[in-house]
């Protein structure tokens, strides 16, 4: 369907997150702001109050604009009661959203559902859990709810039934979790696609020749746990076999065709409505997935691999089948849409409107490793959390990553697309490596907070500037 869907849209194919994981990644497409402005570092950093979103701007355009799944936002605690529960989730929902059906990480609504089915579990993890195959066993085997009956069928369905009652021009957001972790699949899509088929890994020869790239690389690929993505294991990312990551990406492949058919419902639910040629259509996710390349999975870092995200954008007022080359970013999603529902921000965005744009020709992203809480990474390290932080300058040819406080990165595209050998260190490239550094901070200098800068207050009263 999305491929359909293609041809009839405008492909954004070098499109980029700002951040990782969920959290940070959403803070900058809702809000059309880099991390550095909007400061939201990992999941339960609290979103300041202050900043626009893009429902708050669907409102002012005159949309009721209706959430399905989740948002992963940390609501700002300023002026709350200690006692407040939303002081104790980063999966409240962003301001401005009426909540139709909030699914977040307990997946309680989908569980009860499944229940009223006759399928009871005692919770996700259990629910997940591939039928027939011992806790941890990385299989094909697909867990006892079927394709009728998982997540992403779930919040369609209430998409659907919620889009019969319409009787006013309306916004949906349909955020749907998969292929999220962990990586199960029910058939016929567990079987969809052979390990031996699908194409190999990019990643160095053995697991210590990649960590010896930098000390974070080092860090996260030997301490992952691999629980988070299969279900019941006890293993150690590190640990897992070129088989075992064949079947992880088999199973993944075979939950994007199950979320690819599942928008084929939405689509045709429209359509049957007759407002097919009357909706705008965007495509997006908030992050990607590594899904085996450089021995990781999951998201954040300096590796395309993570960042490196789907957007098409339909608008049936323009045609379709048009490819855009360049780069473009996740923050000119919030300017894009607002320009189209005809209001402006309320804040000024870092992003620029992709309407009429060939995209980029460099593209930026950052990456906050900092465990507030617990202080993992900043005792392995011993950096305080205000240094665990980096931000990447990508163009066709270099990749340049600086941390705050630990050596930088460079890698030379041209001969080297998959970043497996970095020359920051290299004499012949250090005339490179300045000229991306310099950029870099030339990007910071001018995507500071403009917000407030950009106004003036003189005897003839306030003066805004727009960029």
């Known amino acids: 369907m999305l491929d359909a869907l293609a041809t009839e849209s405008t492909a954004y194919l070098n499109h980029y997150a700002q951040a990782a994981p969920c959290s940070p990644a959403r803070a900058c497409l809702y ?10 570092c990992r999941n339960g950093t609290p979103m300041a109050a202050r900043f626009d979103n893009i429902a708050l701007a669907a409102r002012r355009a005159g949309y009721d604009p209706t959430l399905f799944g989740y948002t992963d936002v940390s609501l700002d605690p300023t002026g709350k009661s200690s ?3 939303d002081n104790t989730t980063y999966e409240s929902v962003l301001p401005g959203f009426t909540t139709r059906l909030k699914l977040p990480e307990h997946e309680k609504p989908w569980l009860s559902w499944l229940r009223a089915q006759g399928l009871d579990f005692a919770d996700k993890d259990a629910a997940h859990l591939p039928v027939g195959v011992p806790p941890g066993a990385i299989t094909n085997a697909p867990p006892a709810y079927s394709a009728e009956q998982t997540q992403t069928a779930f919040l369609v369905g209430e998409f659907t039934r919620w889009l019969s009652e319409q009787d006013r021009p309306w916004f949906a957001h349909v955020s749907l979790i998969r292929p999220h972790p962990p990586f199960v699949v029910p058939a016929p899509y567990n079987t969809m696609y052979d390990p031996a088929d699908l194409p190999g890994f990019r990643r160095e020869a053995s697991l210590d020749a990649e960590t010896a790239q930098h000390p974070v690389l080092d860090l996260m690929l030997r301490t992952g746990e691999a629980s988070h993505f299969v279900p019941g294991s006890s293993a150690l990312l590190k640990d897992l076999s070129d ?3 064949r079947q992880i990406k088999a199973t993944y492949y075979g939950m ?25 259509i965007v495509f997006t996710s908030d992050h990607a997935e590594m899904m085996g390349d450089h021995f990781a999975l999951g998201k954040g870092g300096w590796f395309d691999e993570s960042q490196h995200i789907p957007l098409l954008i339909r608008d049936p007022r323009q045609p379709g089948g048009r490819r855009v080359m360049g780069f473009t970013e996740a923050v000119d999603v919030f300017p894009t849409l607002l320009e189209t529902m005809g209001v402006e921000p309320t804040h000024q965005p870092d992003g620029r409107s992709l309407t009429g744009r060939d995209g980029d020709t460099v593209v930026h992203w950052e990456f906050d490793f900092r465990d507030v809480s617990g202080q993992s990474i900043e005792t392995a390290l011993g950096l305080k959390s205000t240094q665990l932080n980096l931000a990447v300058i990508r163009t066709a040819e270099w990749k340049y990553v600086h941390f705050a406080a630990l050596p930088p990165l460079l890698f030379d595209l041209r001969r080297d697309p998959h970043c497996l050998r970095n020359v920051a260190n290299d004499p012949a490239c250090m005339a490179a490596r300045l000229e991306m550094a310099e950029r870099l901070l030339s990007w910071r200098a001018e995507h500071l907070d403009q917000t407030l800068a950009l106004t003036e207050l003189t005897s003839a009263g306030v003066v805004r500037r727009q960029i």
């Open 31 to 40: 809000t059309g702001l880099y991390q550095m402005n909007n400061r939201v």
């Open 83 to 85: 006692a407040d529960p």
């Open 243 to 245: 088989a075992d990551y």
């Open 256 to 280: 994007v065709s199950e979320v690819d058919a599942q928008f084929g419902r939405a689509f045709n639910a429209i359509r049957a409505r007759g407002e097919w040629d009357e909706t705008l």
